[in-house]
Nanobody, 116 residues
Framework: QVHLVESGGGLVQPGGSLRLSCAASGFKFSLYPMGWYRQAPGQERELVATILRDGRTTYHTTALDSMKGRFNISRDNAKNTVYLQMDSLKPEDTAIYYC??????WGQGTQVTVSS
């Protein structure tokens, strides 16, 4: 059975950093692309970043310019874990962040709140 468990969210002041983790089990992690989505209150879920099996990364969202240089997705296949490093956080980054293996599996999400 596939499990994706996110962690690392919380309340942080503007300009702060968080590192989200997503621990995967139940499938051959190294063979799957992985991604992070986020859903802000009243908004649709949007794709934030993707990392392919070979480590290549792509960043998405309508706020791409705002995210540039602040978010970094990475993976550790030995630990079956994908990460999202978020720096210089802004209030508009407030959302629930979800990971997925793009094969129909989702985690429960982790809340990120950026507020002073």
């Amino acid at each position: 059975q596939v499990h994706l468990v996110e962690s690392g969210g919380g309340l942080v002041q503007p300009g702060g950093s968080l590192r989200l983790s997503c621990a995967a089990s139940g499938f051959k992690f190294s063979l799957y692309p992985m991604g992070w989505y986020r859903q802000a209150p009243g908004q649709e879920r949007e794709l934030v970043a993707t990392i392919l099996r070979d480590g290549r990364t792509t960043y998405h969202t309508t706020a791409l310019d705002s995210m540039k240089g602040r978010f970094n997705i990475s993976r550790d296949n030995a630990k079956n874990t994908v990460y999202l490093q978020m720096d210089s956080l802004k209030p508009e980054d407030t959302a629930i962040y979800y990971c997925t293996n793009f094969a129909g599996s989702w985690g429960q999400g982790t809340q990120v709140t950026v507020s002073s």
